[in-house]
């Protein structure tokens, strides 16, 4: 059980795109989710968290322009990041619980923006 | 600050040798701690959490923690590593100052990359 199913799995898309990444949990409602960005080889840098009915609460330094989410469903969370440049190039990861612990990840989505 | 260190960027082991992967963390309260696996190019699997009980904690694998408190530290180990036991892990802890609903933000380490040689 507390399966999150995370797409696409892999983009590559052209500079000024607007990307869309789902996050949904599949067998268990989440009112709260949360949204990373993992560098190569570096640890997991928490974005935002996604609040169902609400507006999302974003980490400091994270443009909420930029990196639009709704979360409009108790199983669906959304990521937009908004006319991507080369340097929004990373992998991002959702997660969310059924309780308050543990966390329960996507397998994440590779983000590639020529 | 609340915080966690993983003080080992690497850990080498040889395959069917004991290992270790180092934790120390600094939270207010009582810590949550939380430890998860990540293979290439995948999100994170959950290995094994310590919210209270027993300092020894077992998980998912075979790999088991040691909450010790004085020490502030919740090392992972695992008797006998196998090479399949290679990838990333983190340690992570709660954020006790942080409340979403019924979740928690953690806060994270920045993970060992561990090498089982054959």
């Known amino acids: 059980g507390a399966v999150v199913s995370q797409h696409p799995s892999w983009v590559i898309c052209k500079s000024g795109t607007s990307v869309k990444i789902e996050c949904r949990s599949l067998d268990f409602q989440a009112t709260t989710m949360f949204w990373y960005r993992q560098f190569p080889k570096q640890s997991l840098m928490l974005m935002a968290t996604?609040?169902?009915?609400?507006?999302?609460?974003?980490e400091q330094g994270v443009e909420k322009d930029k990196f639009l989410i709704n979360h409009a469903s108790l199983t669906l969370s959304t990521l937009t990041v908004t006319s991507a440049h080369p340097e929004d190039s990373s992998f991002y990861i959702c997660s969310a619980s059924p309780g308050p612990q543990p966390q329960h990840f996507g397998d994440g989505t590779r983000l590639s923006i020529l | 600050a609340q915080s966690v260190a993983q003080p080992e960027d690497q850990v080498n082991v040889a395959e069917g040798n004991p290992l270790t992967v180092k934790c120390t963390y600094s939270?207010?309260?009582?810590?949550?701690l939380f430890w998860y696996v990540q293979y290439p190019n995948r999100g994170l699997q959950f290995l094994l959490k310590y919210i209270t009980g027993d300092n020894l904690v077992k998980g998912s694998y075979g790999f088991e923690a040691e909450f010790n408190k004085s020490q502030t530290s919740f090392h992972l180990k695992k008797p006998s590593a196998l090479v399949s036991d290679s990838a990333l892990y983190f340690c992570?802890?709660?954020?006790?100052?942080?409340?979403?609903?019924?979740?928690?933000?953690?806060?994270w380490g920045l993970g060992t990359s561990l090498a089982v040689n054959p």
């Open positions: 992570a802890v709660r954020d006790p100052t942080y409340n979403a609903g019924n979740n928690r933000k953690l806060i």
């Open positions: 939270v207010s309260g009582n810590p949550y």
């Open positions: 996604s609040n169902e009915g609400s507006k999302a609460t974003y």
